[in-house]
């Protein structure tokens, strides 16, 4: 079974509380099962390989969405919907054994004897969209979207995504450094969705803060207020003299951090 109905709004009620790394685990999970038509093997080892996951993860996920038993995993609502798959092929095959689907029936000819008092009802392209397709989300799109957090112009980065062609071996790169430019960057100052994806900028290199350059950063807040330069000045053992201002203070903080720092 190589496609299968997802309903997006069903998935994300019952997924909310994973981490990105489980939900990516639970949706290859749900690709294997459809796929093969059979229960995830008992073998985990096995199972984290060919999904590429680690095995704590995939472990998790397959006790909290799927039951062990002899077979191995099962998810009976994955179950239920293979089941309904072949109950539709069973059928198109006797409409073929009949000779295809049923012939309608023969329309009129020429004009019906009594005239239609009201003209039907056209529906509009927006009523056409819902009644005629079912939208199903790009695979991997919702991961990214929830990651990169900065929900403007969806439908646009929809498109990019599609156009970009990420399977699942290029889809763990953009989510790894989607969460990194998150992190990096606020969000009033990021790239609009589209025009990240646009742009590929998954291939940049991004430049993390280390932890020693933010504490050098927070050693310098001092500076910038009287009671940080008075209490700097007690750290290091400056007396201040009913002469010192808070700027002459602050010059010999200076000066001797600089004379501690050569020796």
């Known amino acids: 079974m190589h496609y299968y109905n997802f309903n997006i709004g069903d998935y994300m009620k019952h997924t909310l509380h994973l981490t990105p790394e489980e939900d990516l685990a639970y ?7 459809y ?7 008992s ?21 909290e969405f ?6 191995g995993y ?33 329309k009129p000819i020429g004009n019906p004897p009594i005239t239609q008092v009201e003209p039907k009802k056209s529906l509009n392209n927006n009523q056409q969209t819902t009644t005629n397709k079912q939208y199903i989300s790009p695979i991997g799109f919702d991961l990214f979207w929830d990651i990169y957090d900065k929900k403007r112009g969806k439908p646009k980065a929809e498109k990019e995504w599609l156009k970009a062609n990420i399977d699942q071996v290029l889809l763990e790169t953009v ?75 602050k010059q010999k903080i200076l000066l001797k951090l600089a004379q501690e720092h050569i020796s």
Do not use: C
């Open 27 to 33: 949706r290859r999970l749900l690709d294997m099962y």
């Open 35 to 41: 796929d093969t038509e059979a229960p995830i093997p």
């Open 43 to 63: 073998n985990i080892p096995l199972v984290s390989r060919r999904l590429r996951m680690d095995s704590q993860i995939v472990e998790s996920v397959l006790n």
């Open 66 to 71: 799927f039951d062990l038993t002899d077979e």
């Open 74 to 106: 099962k998810n009976y609502r994955a179950d239920g919907e293979i089941a309904d798959y072949h109950k539709f092929l069973e059928k198109q095959k006797a409409n073929g054994r009949l000779g295809g689907r049923p012939k309608k029936g023969k």
């Open 175 to 249: 989510l790894e450094q989607a969460k990194k430019y998150a992190q990096v960057t606020e969000k009033q100052f990021r790239k609009d969705p589209e025009r990240w994806i646009k742009g590929r900028h998954w291939e940049d290199e991004i430049i993390v803060v280390s932890e020693q350059k933010e504490e050098k950063k927070q050693d310098k807040q001092w500076m910038f207020s009287d009671a940080g330069i008075e209490a700097k000045a007690r750290e290091i053992g400056i007396h201040a003299t009913g002469y010192d201002t808070y700027q002459t203070l």
